[in-house]
């Protein structure tokens, strides 16, 4: 038996309250659901394809090879504020001429207490060329650093388009397998009603255990891939890739890349360097030009003359200059260095420029010719392949082919299709080298 006291709740007071605790129940879902799903939906961003462009903005920002150069680039360049300032004067500060034996400060009349400057000035306008030298050192480390850029991001490039291949080639090799695997199937039914022998049952495992020896090197060259990239971009390197290949499908001519090529990062930095060897030639041939300084002294005395008058202080100035007489054979072989590598220079620049025109001559006609047989696949090995193992099947099918025409048939349609994807992915690399030398 239930017992009230009070009076009976009215009903539209029950309805609020339940309507308060349905309302109250939805936003705890509400918040229990978003719970749940957020993280999903965070990981689903950080899972979202990583695209050549990501890669490479990944690859760049902080590399380090490129921010040690530009940090001694930088070094340089203050050094060369540095070399440009006059040498710190000297201060010198003494008692001269004070009488020893017997005597006070004031007994000898040369008795006096110095102090004096001298500044330094360096042969010629050997500051000025000094600054200038390193001035173009500084230039010739940062050409380099480009250049580093451009290194870094034609090797993302090729590495993220190798991990490209060898994923997509495992996806074609993968889809395959399920139809070798009915081949085997389909040879042991047969041979269990007499109708094909044990031979096609051997030759169809065999192909589907070398299937999956296939697939299992794909995995090995896609994680060592992988690992090639990671050096570029991290962690990134896990996420997937997107289905296609970039638009990579337009090439200058060579002439436009003949054009281009004197502004390459390499060639800025060589022709810096040379800048820089042709200062150290002038400076060098500074050496044979004397030195000097200047001293400024001040001299107190006390005492009296004999005439009774004060003995009046000293003012001293006087220039130092060197004389170089006996450091000719030194400032010939200094100047001698110095011509020998500003023509080093000169004929590594000249190098670097041939070796670049020969891999522009050599990248692009590998260009060409990879077009050329991606024409010839895409026009007619793909669709003679495919129609060749349809038509080795139906033949087997009607008791005029053997079983090995077959699957070496459908191995070769396999191989084309494998072959196919590697001259897309070798003629993007071939861009990504050409992008290098060319500056796009």
Same mark, same amino acid.
């Given at each position: 038996?239930?017992?009230?006291?009070?009076?009976? !709740?009215?009903?539209?007071?029950?309805?609020?309250?339940?309507?308060?605790?349905?309302?109250?129940?939805?936003?705890?879902?509400? =918040?229990?659901?978003?719970?749940?799903?957020?993280?999903?939906?965070?990981?689903?961003?950080?899972?979202?394809?990583?695209?050549?462009?990501?890669?490479?903005?990944?690859?760049?920002?902080?590399?380090?090879?490129?921010?040690? @150069?530009?940090?001694?680039?930088?070094?340089?360049?203050?050094?060369?504020?540095?070399?440009?300032?006059?040498?710190?004067?000297?201060?010198?500060?003494?008692?001269?001429?004070?009488? *020893?034996?017997?005597?006070?400060?004031?007994?000898?009349?040369?008795?006096?207490?110095?102090?004096? @400057?001298?500044?330094?000035?360096?042969?010629?306008?050997?500051?000025?060329?000094?600054?200038?030298? $390193?001035?173009?050192?500084?230039?010739?480390?940062?050409?380099?650093?480009?250049?580093?850029?451009?290194?870094?991001?034609?090797?993302?490039?090729?590495?993220?388009?190798?991990?490209?291949?060898?994923?997509? %080639?495992?996806?074609?090799?993968?889809?395959?397998?399920? *139809? *070798?695997? +009915?081949?085997?199937?389909?040879?042991?039914? $047969?041979?269990?009603?007499?109708?094909?022998?044990?031979?096609?049952? #051997?030759?169809?495992?065999?192909?589907?255990?070398?299937?999956?020896?296939?697939?299992?090197?794909?995995?090995?060259?896609?994680?060592?891939?992988?690992?090639?990239?990671?050096?570029?971009?991290?962690?990134?390197?896990?996420?997937?890739?997107?289905?296609?290949?970039?638009?990579?499908?337009?090439?200058?001519?060579?002439?436009? *890349?003949?054009?281009?090529?004197?502004?390459?990062?390499?060639?800025?930095?060589?022709?810096?360097?040379?800048?820089?060897?042709?200062?150290?030639?002038?400076?060098?041939?500074?050496?044979?030009?004397?030195?000097?300084? $200047?001293?400024?002294?001040?001299?107190?005395?006390?005492?009296?003359?004999?005439?009774?008058?004060?003995?009046? +202080?000293?003012?001293?100035?006087?220039?130092?200059?060197?004389? !170089?007489?006996?450091?000719?054979?030194?400032?010939?072989?200094?100047?001698?260095?110095?011509?020998?590598?500003?023509?080093? %220079?000169?004929?590594?620049?000249?190098?670097?420029?041939?070796?670049?025109?020969?891999?522009?001559?050599?990248?692009?006609?590998?260009?060409?010719?990879?077009?050329?047989? $991606?024409?010839?696949?895409?026009?007619?090995? #793909?669709?003679?392949?495919?129609?060749?193992?349809?038509?080795?099947?139906?033949?087997?099918?009607?008791?005029?082919?053997?079983?090995?025409?077959?699957?070496?048939?459908? =191995?070769?349609?396999?191989?084309?299709?494998?072959?196919?994807?590697?001259?897309?992915?070798?003629?993007?690399?071939?861009?990504?080298?050409?992008?290098? @030398?060319?500056?796009?």
């Amino acid at each position: 038996m239930f017992f009230f006291f009070g009076r009976w !709740p009215e009903r539209q007071f029950v309805c609020s309250a339940q309507y308060r605790r349905s309302r109250t129940f939805t936003a705890i879902a509400a =918040i229990v659901v978003a719970s749940l799903f957020l993280p999903a939906a965070t990981g689903a961003q950080t899972r979202a394809p990583l695209t050549v462009a990501e890669a490479e903005r990944l690859a760049v920002t902080g590399e380090p090879g490129q921010a040690v @150069l530009d940090a001694r680039a930088d070094a340089i360049a203050a050094e060369a504020n540095v070399v440009a300032s006059l040498p710190d004067p000297v201060l010198r500060v003494g008692l001269n001429n004070y009488p *020893f034996e017997s005597g006070g400060f004031s007994t000898e009349g040369m008795t006096h207490v110095g102090v004096g @400057l001298r500044q330094a000035f360096p042969r010629g306008k050997t500051r000025a060329l000094r600054r200038e030298q $390193l001035e173009w050192q500084s230039s010739a480390v940062r050409g380099q650093a480009d250049a580093r850029q451009r290194d870094v991001t034609e090797a993302t490039r090729i590495a993220w388009l190798d991990l490209f291949y060898w994923r997509h %080639a495992h996806t074609l090799v993968s889809e395959s397998r399920p *139809f *070798f695997a +009915d081949l085997v199937t389909i040879t042991r039914s $047969l041979y269990s009603v007499g109708r094909r022998s044990q031979q096609d049952v #051997l030759r169809a495992e065999l192909e589907l255990s070398r299937l999956d020896d296939r697939l299992i090197d794909i995995e090995r060259e896609r994680e060592s891939a992988r690992a090639r990239l990671a050096q570029w971009v991290g962690d990134a390197a896990i996420r997937p890739l997107p289905p296609g290949l970039p638009a990579w499908t337009e090439m200058p001519d060579i002439e436009e *890349f003949e054009m281009s090529i004197s502004s390459h990062p390499l060639l800025a930095s060589a022709n810096a360097g040379i800048e820089a060897s042709r200062a150290a030639v002038d400076v060098a041939d500074q050496r044979a030009k004397p030195g000097w300084s $200047l001293d400024v002294g001040y001299s107190y005395r006390e005492g009296q003359l004999p005439s009774g008058q004060p003995r009046s +202080d000293f003012v001293s100035v006087g220039v130092t200059v060197d004389l !170089p007489f006996f450091r000719k054979s030194a400032v010939d072989d200094t100047l001698t260095s110095a011509l020998r590598n500003a023509s080093a %220079a000169e004929s590594e620049r000249e190098r670097l420029l041939r070796g670049l025109r020969r891999e522009i001559q050599i990248e692009h006609t590998r260009w060409h010719d990879l077009s050329r047989r $991606l024409d010839l696949y895409e026009d007619r090995l #793909l669709g003679q392949a495919r129609a060749h193992a349809r038509a080795s099947l139906d033949a087997y099918q009607s008791d005029t082919a053997d079983f090995a025409d077959v699957m070496r048939a459908y =191995i070769d349609d396999l191989d084309a299709r494998v072959d196919h994807l590697r001259l897309k992915v070798e003629r993007a690399q071939t861009w990504a080298v050409l992008a290098n @030398l060319g500056g796009f």
